[in-house]
């Protein structure tokens, strides 16, 4: 009796954990095939005309290339400097590596607002135009300490001599580098990349005030909330969730379980 | 290809630490050299030397005539082969084979020919497209083998290649290694602590201690005749036996130890002509001990000792000694199978004069 009574808290508890969590994003997908003009409840029936109505929009397929184009650019670049601090942090004695290291990640702890302020100042003083570019560079600076940190970490010890290998048999750094030590880091890297993607593409506070004519998605779906409640929101709300999920579960199937595999 | 080696008064200092203190080797093309030591004894800091990963602090390396001191590893004729294999993880086997060939700009047929080629050489071209991480420990050691003699190098290095393998694999990759270092002549350099090992697959066995050479020569030689009481110890199990040189002419000396008197020929004496009235310590191999009823050749009787303890090894019997004249000191000896001796029994002890070696003693370095 008392451990039926246990194991039901248990359930109850797990059941209550993922309701907290998974709650707003259940509710947001089923109203956005709501079959009505608002997204609360009373539920009216299933339609797909949100998301028709979503794809017919031009101003939110170009803000949703625009995210694509932001958040694919900014994280190859994050990456490539991510790679390349990490492999000279790694491999080479610099002055000051720890403190080095701690400035590189430092920007992981400095809110999002801070960074695009700062950045706005930046660009202000130095003339230039708000655009995609400057949202992109936004991005890069909050997502490099991550790319680096990532990529940091799986350079590990026993490269080295692997490296070393490269090097005598007749490899210079720039080919042991592309040649031997990207393609051994390559899941670190990809999952840096892939999560890396993610960020860009939800982030919102950098992308508003970072940008003035084009903009991303997540800017576009405000200025669409500001004339008020609307499935249309919540379809392509979702459709941004199920763009983020499948990068995870990209990440998660073809490079953590490849390493695990290892 | 194959070159000599020359290492002319190199020094290594870690810090205050001096790795290896001035030590002079002249290897021959084609030869197969062991470095030998205990762990920190300045091998595998030679053998860095030698590949070009480490600068020496002092002297020079000189490879098939040329003075190689300070050139990097890609343009040295070396290559090596590491402790951990380090092989290309994310490439295939003919890729890893074919690795330095592609630095020399081979084009892609032509390099992946001359890659099964090796493949072929180590046992492995079947599994070609494999990656390394499908392979066994010695498989993978075979691939690192390969990848390294595929740039047709003068001198290949090994560190501690055999050093993870289990002892059965051990011994036959050292067959191996023997035969294919005599199928391609190349100079190898080989580092271990194993003086089997050493003694299974080595020309000349160079032994190391404290960053100094404490003996070289061919492994019969190193074993029979040991120039220092470390290289004596470290080659095998010794007995050391203290005494004193009571009196010497250039011919023979007379020694004067607890065993008794012994006189050795001036030959016994491999580090220092005799001189009398120095302290000496002579090393005995415990399988050159004899029970004097067995005769084969001049014997110097050691008096009677008392078994203390007896184990049989299938080869011989390994025996404890206290010898009657010395009863502080034991000895230990491997007498014949058919000795059959118990326990307390009282045995008399002889050695041939020719297998004493007579060496100064410890002086604090041994």
């Given at each position: 009796m008392r451990r039926l009574f246990l194991s039901s808290l248990s359930w109850t508890y797990l059941v209550g954990a993922y309701a907290f969590i998974f709650l707003p994003v259940v509710v947001l997908v089923l109203f956005s095939f709501q079959d009505g003009r608002l997204?609360?409840?009373?539920?009216?029936?299933?339609?797909?005309?949100?998301?028709?109505?979503?794809?017919?929009?031009?101003?939110?397929?170009?803000?949703?290339?625009?995210?694509?184009?932001?958040?694919?650019?900014?994280?190859?670049?994050?990456?490539?400097?991510?790679?390349?601090?990490?492999?000279?942090?790694?491999?080479?004695?610099?002055?000051?590596?720890?403190?080095?290291?701690?400035?590189?990640?430092?920007?992981?702890?400095?809110?999002?607002?801070?960074?695009?302020?700062?950045?706005?100042?930046?660009?202000?003083?130095?003339?230039?135009?708000?655009?995609?570019?400057?949202?992109?560079?936004?991005?890069?600076?909050?997502?490099?300490?991550?790319?680096?940190?990532?990529?940091?970490?799986?350079?590990?010890?026993?490269h080295i001599n692997i490296e070393r290998a490269a090097r005598d048999l007749g490899a210079n750094d720039f080919k042991v580098m592309v040649l031997v030590t990207a393609p051994m880091l390559m899941p670190s890297i990809l999952a840096a990349f892939f999560l890396s993607v993610t960020f860009s593409w939800d982030e919102f506070i950098i992308a508003f005030l970072l940008s003035r004519f084009d903009v991303t998605l997540p800017v576009e779906?405000?200025?669409?909330?500001?004339?008020?409640?609307?499935?249309?929101?919540?379809?392509?709300?979702?459709?941004?969730?199920?763009?983020?999920?499948?990068?995870?579960?990209?990440?998660e199937l073809f490079l953590f379980g490849r390493t695990r595999k290892q | 290809m194959t070159a000599p080696v020359s290492i002319e008064n190199v020094t290594k200092t870690f810090g205050g630490f001096t790795a290896l203190d001035n030590v002079t080797l002249d290897i021959r093309a084609g030869e197969f050299i062991v470095l030998l030591g205990p762990s920190g004894c300045g091998k595998t800091t030679l053998l860095s030397?030698?590949?070009?990963?480490?600068?020496?602090?002092?002297?020079?390396?000189?490879?098939?005539?040329?003075?190689?001191?300070?050139?990097?590893?890609?343009?040295?004729?070396?290559?090596?082969?590491?402790?951990?294999?380090?092989?290309?993880?994310?490439?295939?086997?003919?890729?890893?084979?074919g690795f330095g060939l592609r630095m020399r700009g081979l084009a892609k047929v032509e390099r992946n020919e001359k890659a099964l080629g090796f493949l072929e050489l180590v046992g492995l071209k079947a599994s070609a497209g494999k990656r390394p991480h499908e392979l066994s420990g010695g498989q993978r050691q075979r691939v690192a083998l390969a990848r390294a003699l595929a740039v047709d190098p003068d001198v290949?290095?090994?560190?501690?290649?055999?050093?993870?393998?289990?002892?059965?694999?051990?011994?036959?990759?050292?067959?191996?290694?023997?035969?294919?270092?005599?199928?391609?002549?190349?100079?190898?350099?080989?580092?271990?602590?194993?003086?089997?090992?050493?003694?299974?697959?080595?020309?000349?066995?160079?032994?190391?201690?404290?960053?100094?050479?404490?003996?070289?020569?061919?492994?019969?030689?190193?074993?029979?005749?040991?120039?220092?009481?470390?290289?004596a110890g470290f080659m095998g199990e010794v007995n050391f036996v203290p005494g004193r040189i009571r009196e010497a002419d250039g011919r023979s000396a007379?020694?004067?130890?607890?065993?008794?008197?012994?006189?050795?020929?001036?030959?016994?004496?491999?580090?220092?002509?005799?001189?009398?009235?120095?302290?000496?310590?002579?090393?005995?191999?415990?399988?050159h001990f004899r029970t004097s009823d067995r005769t084969d050749g001049p014997l110097i009787a050691l008096g009677d000792a008392r078994v203390v303890g007896s184990a049989f090894f299938g080869t011989h019997y390994r025996c404890h000694l206290e010898p009657?004249?010395?009863?502080?000191?034991?000895?230990?000896?491997?007498?014949?199978?058919?000795?059959?001796?118990?326990?307390?029994?009282?045995?008399?002890?002889?050695?041939?004069?020719?297998?004493?070696?007579?060496?100064?003693?410890?002086?604090?370095?041994?």
């Open positions: 997204p609360v409840p009373p539920f009216n029936g299933f339609s797909k005309q949100w998301y028709e109505a979503v794809f017919a929009d031009r101003k939110l397929m170009a803000a949703l290339g625009n995210s694509l184009l932001v958040a694919l650019a900014s994280s190859i670049v994050a990456c490539l400097l991510g790679f390349l601090a990490a492999y000279g942090l790694a491999r080479y004695r610099l002055p000051a590596s720890a403190l080095q290291r701690g400035l590189l990640i430092a920007p992981m702890t400095v809110s999002y607002l801070i960074i695009a302020l700062g950045l706005l100042a930046v660009l202000n003083a130095l003339n230039v135009p708000l655009s995609l570019m400057t949202v992109g560079i936004g991005h890069v600076v909050i997502n490099l300490p991550l790319c680096f940190a990532i990529i940091y970490a799986s350079m590990g010890d026993h779906i405000w200025s669409m909330l500001r004339s008020g409640l609307n499935p249309k929101t919540n379809a392509v709300g979702s459709l941004v969730f199920l763009v983020s999920v499948a990068l995870l579960l990209i990440l | 030397i030698l590949g070009g990963f480490l600068s020496p602090s002092a002297g020079r390396i000189v490879i098939g005539g040329r003075d190689m001191t300070y050139v990097p590893p890609a343009k040295r004729p070396t290559t090596t082969m590491f402790q951990d294999y380090a092989l290309f993880p994310h490439m295939r086997l003919v890729d890893n084979v290949l290095l090994l560190d501690e290649p055999l050093g993870a393998l289990d002892l059965k694999l051990r011994r036959q990759m050292q067959d191996e290694l023997k035969a294919i270092q005599k199928r391609v002549g190349t100079t190898f350099v080989h580092v271990t602590h194993d003086q089997e090992e050493a003694m299974a697959i080595a020309d000349r066995i160079v032994v190391m201690n404290q960053g100094r050479i404490e003996d070289f020569g061919p492994p019969s030689e190193v074993y029979m005749r040991p120039r220092s009481l470390f290289s007379q020694v004067e130890t607890s065993l008794g008197d012994i006189a050795l020929p001036a030959a016994n004496f491999p580090a220092a002509a005799p001189n009398a009235g120095d302290a000496i310590t002579l090393t005995i191999r415990p399988e009657q004249g010395a009863a502080d000191r034991t000895l230990v000896a491997h007498l014949p199978q058919s000795a059959d001796v118990g326990e307390g029994e009282i045995i008399p002890l002889a050695v041939r004069a020719a297998d004493v070696v007579a060496l100064p003693p410890a002086s604090g370095n041994a």
